[in-house]
């Protein structure tokens, strides 16, 4: 990593400008050491992000091995140093971003501040190379990984979970990413086998975890809520998918394109249409047209409307009041990615 930053006082950071001070601090203090290293070295198309930040991570990708096996030269190890240190340039306030957001509720220190900002920069490090532009931005990309691992930040500071939990809870969460990115549906047995655990210790290392107050971890400004067990887990994961499968199944290949871009499945809101349309290279008239295409394609699809909407008991045969809500788990989804466009279907 980067040259540490001094350790700043033992202040509580508890608000917005709290956060923003100490991110300053942080920022001045590495950009003076990043200027120190910068050099002449090609990062990609300055004038595409996306594509630049995907040009670094195939680089990283391909010579991160011979790095770490000091298989380089003085000049090549420069070059991957400058690379790595651009890319998590790129992305370390975003990072910072949502540790504030989720550990605010816990008056951390500067230091514990700090040390949440390395273990962001170890998940860096260790998935940058994994990154594929074909899939999404850089932020849609790290967001799971750095709100996972600074839960893990959480539950060991703050909610006492001893090292033995700990580290079965992350061989889980590994098994568990793993069949995510396979799109496999999986169940305790199917993580037991891939960690070696007994069924037993999964369900019950799992159960221990949740139960230990982080159920609005990633919001940690709310109270904690019901306790969803590792079964219902599963359920609701597949209900995702399942809206996942079948929105790609009935809309064409361009409306898909930009309705998932645009919704942002694994952010926090609806990217903008600007944004949009500099991702995907499209005209922002035309982005619009294929979004609003797209919303009507699925309004009129009967399947979606079956398999995730219900129907109010009747009211007045004429009333304009009729609608079509989703079901409680499928709006509750759609919401936390600042969906708008499901919460009511005009019936016609």
């Known amino acids: 990593m980067l040259k540490e930053e ?16 100490i991110s300053e601090e942080f920022e001045k203090e590495k950009e003076a050491e990043y200027e120190k290293k910068k050099g002449k070295i090609y990062y990609g198309d300055k004038n595409n992000f996306v594509n630049q930040y995907a040009f670094v991570a195939t680089a990283l990708r391909l010579l991160r091995e011979d790095y770490l096996n000091g298989n380089l030269s003085d000049k090549e190890i420069n070059q991957v140093e400058q690379l790595r240190d651009w890319g998590w ?25 700090h040390d949440v900002e390395v273990d962001l920069y170890e998940v860096y490090w260790n998935k940058v190379a994994e990154y594929d532009s074909k899939k999404g931005t850089p932020t849609t990309f790290f967001v799971r990984y750095f709100r996972g691992a600074i839960r893990e ?57 949740e139960q230990s107050h982080y159920v609005n971890i990633d919001d940690a400004g709310e109270q904690p809520g019901r306790i969803i067990g590792p079964e219902e887990s599963y359920l609701n994961k597949e209900r995702e998918e399942l809206l996942i499968d079948l929105i790609d199944r009935i809309l064409p290949y361009r409306e898909k394109l930009v309705y998932f871009t645009r919704v942002n ?31 009507i394609r699925l ?26 809500p989703l079901s409680p788990k499928v709006e509750n989804k759609l919401k936390e990615q600042g969906e708008y466009l499901f919460k009511n279907f005009s019936m016609k």
């Open 6 to 21: 001094k350790n700043l006082n033992q202040s509580e950071i508890t608000t917005d400008d709290d956060f923003k001070k």
């Open 89 to 113: 340039q790129n992305i370390r306030l975003f990072g910072l971003k949502i540790a504030h957001k989720m550990m605010s509720s816990y008056k951390p220190t500067s230091e514990q501040f």
């Open 153 to 209: 930040f959480i539950l060991f500071t703050w909610h006492n979970v001893n090292s033995y939990d700990m580290q079965n809870y992350r061989k889980i969460k590994d098994a568990i990413e793993f069949y995510e990115q396979r799109r496999i549906s999986y169940t305790p047995e199917m993580i037991a086998t891939r960690t070696g655990m007994s069924v037993k210790i999964v369900t019950s290392t799992l159960k221990y975890i």
């Open 265 to 295: 499945l694994d952010g926090d809101k609806n990217m903008p249409f600007e944004k949009v349309a500099e991702i995907l290279d499209i005209p922002l008239k035309e982005v619009k047209i294929l979004f609003n295409s797209a919303i």
């Open 299 to 324: 309004r009129k699809n009967q399947e979606f409307i079956n398999s995730f909407g219900k129907r109010e008991p009747k009211k007045k045969k004429n009333s304009n009041e009729n609608y079509l």
